[in-house]
Structure formats: C-alpha cells, structure tokens
C-alpha cells in the first residue's frame, strides 16, 4: 500500500536517521523525479558494515542552510552514472522539476558513521548540511558526506588554479610517482576497497574486485610507467626552411565528474592521464557513492605530501544537489570538463561549456545492439546479452540491451533466455551464489519499471525473474519480445537489467534497427562468417563494435558517437581532451 506524500519537514525537526539516508539516496540521482513511492522503514547501522576510508570527524549541530531553488540546474553526477550514474526516464514520461534530497545538520546524537569532508588542497573543508550514503542492498546508511554548494566548488577550483603552474613546471618524472604512488597506498588497502565496493555501489565481489578496484588499480600503474615522450608529438623535423616541433600542454585545471556505477574505475580514467599531462583536478563524484573516490583522493593527498608537490593539484567536493557539479562546468578557472553519466546532463554540460570554449570529453548514454546473424553460436550469443542481467544488473554503458535476431533463430534464442531467467539468484552482493544485484537507488528502480510497463503498454510480452528480495533496490532481471524498433523500451536506456529480443529478416533490417536510436556508443555483431560480420560492422553507427566478443582493448579509444558523447578515453587518446597542441618553429640551421 502506497503511504499519501507528506509535507516537508520544518527546519526546526529534526529528521530520523534511516529515513533521510533513504531518501537522499533515491532523491539524489533525481533530474528528472517522479513521485515518491512507499516510504522505507528505518533500519539502525550494523557495526559490521564498512564506514568508508576517511577520517571521522563528528561535528556540533549546525543550522539549516537555506533550500535552494527546485528550478536549479541539474547537478552533472546527479545523473550521471554509467557509467552511467543515473539515466534519464523514457521519453514517455514528462520532465518534472528537480527534486532535492532532505538534508540534516551533522549531530552527534545521530551520525554513528564516518563523516566524509571535502578536500581542498589537502585540507577538509567541512558544510553545514550533509547526506547519508546507503547500502543498495541492505538499505542501511554506511557514511555521512558533505553537502556541497557553489562556495565549495568555487574554493576547489581556487586551489586547482593556484597550484596550476607548480603542478604543471613539476618534472613528469615527479607527477609519475605520485599517481603510482597513490596505486601502491590503495593497493595496501585493497581488501577494504573491495569491501566498500560492495557496499557503496551494490556490485558482486567478483565485479568488485575484478572492475571496482583492481581495474582502477592497473590504470594507476599504467599511467605512473608512461614515458614522457607522450606529451611530445612527432612532426616533420625541417620543412621550408622552418625546424618545428609539437608538444602537448595542460589545459590548466580539470574538472572529473564521475558515474555511480564504476566510480573509481572511472575517475582513475579521468584524474591519472590529467595528472600525468600536467593538469591539477578537482574530482565531483557521483553521490549515491563517492566513498571509493574519496579514497581516492585521499591517497593522492598523500602522495603529493610524499613528493613535496604541490597540495592544490588534487581536490575533492562532494554534493547531493546541483550546485557542486554547475559551479565546476561555469567557473572561468577550469579549462575542461570530463564527465561520464547521462547524455540529458552531458547535453546541459556541453550548452553551459560553449561561452568558456571549455575542451569536454563526455562519455554518456548508450543502448547497445547485438546483432545475430543467422549462422551465429547461439551458445557465444546467450552468455553476451545475460550480461545484462549478471553483471551489475546492467549498470553499464557497453550493455547490449537490444538483440536484434535473424528470425530462423528467434524463437531458439528467447527459449534459452528465459531457462537461463529462471536460473538466476537475486541476492546479496555478498553472497557467491548471487547472480543478479540490486540497482544504486530507489529512483532508479522505479525508471526500470516504468520503461518495462511501458514495454507492456505497448504490446510487448514480459519475462522476470522470480524469487526477488522484499528489501533492496532490485528489479527483476527482465526479458522483453514482441515489441518493435520504434517503442520507447528499444529506444532508451534503461541502465537496468533489462533485455529486448526483436527478429530480422535480413542483414539491411538488422543494421537499420540497430542504427535507428539516438545513440552510437558500443554494439556487437555475431556470425560464423567474418567476412560478413565485418560488413554488417562496418555499417553500424557505434564507435565501438566487437564481433563475437563483447570485450574491449584498454588501449584503443573509448567514446561515442551521436547523443553517446564527445571524445576519446582508452590507452593514451584521454591526452587529446586534457592537452592543447603547440607548434613551435625557428630557422633551421
């Protein structure tokens, strides 16, 4: 039964502990919110649970700061996620005003876990407000975060500018040991990583060992060995009599959003190949689970201490609310922004950009196709679309959510999607029986189930998993056939564990289907015959395309095409988005 809203809360009560953390977390990925669903029931915080890797710092009761505008900018990590931490609903569904999570003074009578600062230039800086970070499975609060606003960002992005020069006159050999500085201080802690992983994102110990952290971990290395020949261009030597070279130097100070589903993997992304060009950064990370880049930044403080190098190369702000995230894409001072999440704020980002020139590297939406030929291994296909369902319930970017079949093979291939369906355990994170986890927030669940509704509004036959926990943000892993490229379930992202089967009669039809979104992010192509595949491939509006793989290389670009974004991540293409060129030439001779 659905509990009527509520007014909200006066200032002068205080909130429950439990409450508010359940209601931050699903208001806090909300650009665009839907009405509120049955309330949570409050739970204590079990002692067992990891409190994240700062410092506690509890507070005396501050007073409320006033509540912002419900028509402020939507905050970039408010919905960014993939990676996307947060997409955006289907097109079906009309745009509602923002929503803002209900925030508490820090008191010590209530917060019984570690509170999380911003780090500016090494240094906390504590807000008035906070917010609760929760397990998506247990529902449970495990860290109190600060709530930041445009003053904090603004002061993270005074310390990036005044540390700008020393960071980028520092010798690479210097910057190089402390990013592989910080990977070693991370790697002593890796056990308690992979703990908060799971904790703070939802993932299964095998996803967070293997993506959460040890993938992050190698990124470091990567980049702490980079020679510096990378930021030296080769050119002609001589040409018209001119001798010339071309070198790569910093953009000045950058500013990495992250997504909630990968955040550290992804902000290791972000920060190492800046740091590495020269650049100082302030890093926004997605608040339904910033305790794995909080970490983060904290070993990097660590290592520039070690070096003697400057402490404003590195900041950190954290924030429930839009402010933190617009103040860091407007503020004259930060000359790119790299963000990953949805393509609705990327868009915003890429709009408040243009009157500062800002260089962008978005990474944003995607709504994979995997085409299946019809001499494909159906064995191969099978273990690539249940991806969506096994790996972090499809919590990712490169999901191939629509499998586009040749029609000799339909009906085969939905037979051994719905046995494998039915096989699948939802559960704890924790546990290794556990196939299918929860998704990162309440409000996320319920843009799920709103795109599989409207897949049955629209004539299509559902298939879920049986057997779903009563607590937990889960939604049950779905298959979805019957419905064509033109509904709103093949046409969005729905970043949960959802997958849609559609027949084909020939290879021209499967690559219009696959073409037929918004996006061109990653699609897969399946077939005996590689000739073929290659063909089909080399027609498909992805920037990426594996055939019979959904794998991809660290050290190939990595982005989008379309509403997927702008740019290139992957091996030492990051470069071109946190560098400018600069020709110089003199007489030869």
């Excluded at 839907?34 to 309330?39: E, F, K, S, V, Y």
């Excluded at 040409?239 to 959003?257: F, K, S, Y």
């Excluded at 299946?372 to 499809?394: C, E, F, K, N, Q």
Aim: aromatic share 4%; net charge positive; with cysteine.
């Amino acid at each position: 039964m659905r509990r009527p809203h509520r007014a909200p809360r006066r200032r002068d009560q205080v909130p429950r502990l439990g409450r508010t953390g359940r209601r931050a977390r699903a208001a806090a990925d909300r650009c665009d919110p839907r009405p509120r669903g049955a309330r949570p029931v409050p739970r204590q915080v079990p002692a067992r649970l990891p409190h994240g890797l700062g410092r506690p710092a509890p507070e005396a009761a501050r007073p409320r700061r006033a509540r912002p505008s419900r028509r402020a900018r939507p905050d970039p990590a408010r919905v960014g996620g993939r990676a996307h931490g947060g997409r955006g609903p289907a097109r079906r569904r009309p745009p509602q005003r923002p929503h803002r999570p209900r925030l508490h003074p820090i008191r010590e009578s209530l917060v019984t876990t570690t509170t999380h600062h911003h780090l500016i230039a090494g240094d906390p800086l504590s807000t008035a407000t906070t917010y609760d970070v929760t397990d998506p499975y247990t529902e449970q609060v495990i860290a109190v975060v600060a709530d930041g606003d445009r003053t904090a960002a603004d002061a993270a992005a005074a310390a990036a500018a005044a540390a700008r020069d020393a960071w980028a006159a520092t010798p690479v050999e210097t910057r190089r040991r402390v990013i592989g500085r910080a990977g070693e201080l991370l790697e002593d802690r890796r056990d308690e990583l992979v703990d908060l992983a799971i904790a703070d994102t939802g993932a299964r110990r095998a996803v967070a060992e293997e993506t959460q952290v040890d993938a992050a971990l190698a990124r470091l290395r990567h980049w702490s060995t980079r020679s510096a020949d990378l930021l030296t261009v080769p050119a002609k030597p001589v040409a018209a009599g001119l001798a010339g070279t071309v070198t790569r130097t910093p953009v000045g100070v950058v500013g990495c959003i992250s997504p909630y589903n990968f955040p550290l993997l992804a902000m290791v992304g972000k920060v190492a190949p800046a740091l590495f060009a020269g650049n100082t950064v302030v890093m926004k990370p997605a608040p339904q689970d910033p305790l794995l880049v909080i970490a983060l930044t904290e070993a990097l403080n660590a290592a520039l201490r070690a070096e003697g190098a400057p402490a404003g190369a590195v900041n950190l702000v954290t924030g429930a609310g839009a402010e933190p995230g617009a103040a860091l894409v407007d503020h004259p001072e930060v000359g790119a922004i790299s963000f990953t999440g949805s393509t609705a704020v990327g868009t915003e980002i890429y709009r408040s950009a243009a009157p500062g020139m800002k260089r962008l590297l978005l990474e944003l939406g995607g709504k994979g196709a995997l085409v299946v030929r019809a001499d494909a291994d159906l064995d191969a296909v099978v273990a690539a679309a249940t991806r969506a369902w096994t790996v972090h319930s499809g919590q990712i970017c490169l999901t191939p959510s629509r499998v586009i079949v040749d029609a000799s093979l339909h009906d085969e291939l939905v037979g051994r999607l719905r046995t494998t369906l039915g096989g699948l355990v939802h559960g704890d994170p924790r546990d290794p029986a556990t196939t299918t986890v929860p998704l990162i927030s309440e409000v996320q669940r319920d843009r799920v189930a709103a795109l599989v509704a409207g897949a049955r509004a629209d004539g299509g036959t559902v298939h879920t998993a049986a057997n779903v926990p009563d607590h937990g943000y889960f939604h049950p892993a779905t298959l979805v056939t019957g419905v064509g490229p033109e509904t709103t379930v093949m046409q969005e992202e729905a970043f949960g564990p959802v997958v849609c089967v559609t027949p084909t009669s020939s290879d021209d039809e499967a690559v219009a289907i696959a073409n037929s979104t918004r996006y061109g992010l990653t699609d897969q192509v399946y077939s005996r015959d590689l000739d073929a595949a290659r063909r089909v491939a080399d027609r498909l509006a992805a920037a990426q395309v594996g055939i019979n793989t959904c794998a991809r290389r660290g050290d190939l670009p990595f982005g989008g095409t379309k509403a997927s974004g702008l740019g290139r991540s992957g091996g030492t293409y990051a470069l071109d988005s946190y560098t400018e060129l600069r020709a110089t030439v003199h007489p030869a001779g």
